[in-house]
Every structure is written in structure tokens, then in C-alpha cells.
């Protein structure tokens, strides 16, 4: 373990050291929910006005509505990518889940869209042109890949990931 300055023990090597031998031991036994095949169905973000981010998605990402659940100051608008609404409800990946934010919703901390690009410098160029901001510019991720991270227009976070 190392240690601190003042040569007391570090606890942020331990804390990274407990984290690292709690990850080997989940990795190291399939859990019950493994055997189950469990898949990602979506990823929800909130939003002041759902549908007008649903429609910055679709202008930068090419996301397609492919339903919409309305109720009292409630909206949640469901989307895939495809080449056209068919195409994106017919598209067996994970949709992405666009709600109105409710008021005492906390925002922040790490969770975020990551949405997989075929070239990161013009997606997030494409992005910002659509109404995003740059939160971090492109940088290699090792192993042949890049990512960016930018802001959409409700401030919900969004890492663009594809090849260097």
C-alpha cells in the first residue's frame, strides 16, 4: 500500500485496491442474473420538454421515435436509430428513454449516454452544429478507439465512442 506524504496510508491506493479485488471476485463467479441473459432494454434521461430533445436526437444521432407516452405534465418519448421510424422500432438494440424531469430529480455524478460513432471528431462537430455542447474533446481511449464527450441541449451528458 502506499502512503501518504506525512506517512500515514493512503486510502484512496486502498479504496482502489478493494475496488479492484471486489471487481476480480464478481468477474470470477458468474452472478445468477449472468445465467439469465439478462440485455440492456434502455437508457432513460430526463428533460424540461422531452420531445424537444427527442427532436435534437434526431437531428445529431439520427434517432427515430418510435413511441410516446403522455399524461398529466408527463411525457416520455421512446426512441431508436434506424433509417426510418420501421426500421428504428424494428431495431432489436436498447432504446433510448427521453422523460420529463421531475423537479427533485438529482442530476450528475457519472452515469451518461454512450453512444457508439463511426468517427467522434465529426459526430461531435454534427452534435454541437444540432445544439450540444463540447463538454471534453476527442482523445484516444486505447486499443484503437477515441471518445468525446458533450452536453445535449437538457445538459444530460453524452460520450461518443468509436475508432481513433
Given at each position: 500500500?502506499?502512503?501518504?506524504?506525512r506517512?500515514?496510508?493512503?486510502?484512496?491506493?486502498?479504496?482502489?485496491?478493494?475496488?479492484?479485488?471486489?471487481v476480480?471476485?464478481?468477474?470470477?463467479?458468474?452472478s445468477?442474473?449472468?445465467?439469465?441473459?439478462v440485455?440492456?432494454?434502455?437508457?432513460?434521461?430526463?428533460?424540461?420538454?422531452?420531445?424537444?430533445?427527442?427532436?435534437?436526437?434526431?437531428?445529431?444521432?439520427?434517432?427515430?421515435?418510435?413511441?410516446?407516452?403522455?399524461?398529466?405534465?408527463?411525457?416520455?418519448?421512446?426512441?431508436?436509430?434506424?433509417?426510418?421510424?420501421?426500421?428504428?422500432?424494428?431495431?432489436?438494440?436498447?432504446?433510448?428513454?427521453?422523460?420529463?424531469?421531475?423537479?427533485?430529480?438529482?442530476?450528475?455524478?457519472?452515469?451518461?449516454?454512450?453512444?457508439?460513432?463511426?468517427?467522434?471528431?465529426?459526430?461531435?462537430?454534427?452534435?454541437?452544429?444540432?445544439?450540444?455542447?463540447?463538454?471534453?474533446?476527442?482523445?484516444?481511449?486505447?486499443?484503437?478507439?477515441?471518445?468525446?464527450?458533450l452536453?445535449?441541449?437538457?445538459?444530460?451528458?453524452?460520450?461518443?465512442?468509436?475508432?481513433?
Open positions: 500500500m502506499t502512503t501518504h506524504p506517512g500515514r496510508p493512503n486510502r484512496s491506493a486502498f479504496a482502489a485496491l478493494a475496488g479492484l479485488a471486489a476480480a471476485a464478481i468477474i470470477g463467479s458468474p445468477p442474473a449472468a445465467a439469465q441473459e440485455k440492456l432494454r434502455a437508457v432513460r434521461i430526463a428533460a424540461a420538454d422531452p420531445a424537444k430533445l427527442a427532436e435534437f436526437y434526431t437531428a445529431a444521432f439520427g434517432f427515430r421515435e418510435i413511441r410516446r407516452i403522455a399524461g398529466d405534465g408527463f411525457l416520455e418519448v421512446i426512441m431508436k436509430t434506424g433509417s426510418d421510424s420501421v426500421a428504428a422500432a424494428a431495431n432489436p438494440d436498447a432504446s433510448l428513454v427521453i422523460i420529463t424531469r421531475p423537479p427533485d430529480l438529482q442530476m450528475g455524478g457519472l452515469g451518461h449516454v454512450i453512444l457508439g460513432v463511426a468517427d467522434v471528431s465529426d459526430s461531435l462537430d454534427h452534435a454541437v452544429e444540432k445544439g450540444a455542447s463540447r463538454f471534453r474533446d476527442p482523445k484516444p481511449a486505447g486499443g484503437g478507439a477515441a471518445y468525446a464527450f452536453k445535449d441541449p437538457e445538459g444530460n451528458q453524452v460520450e461518443l465512442l468509436g475508432p481513433d
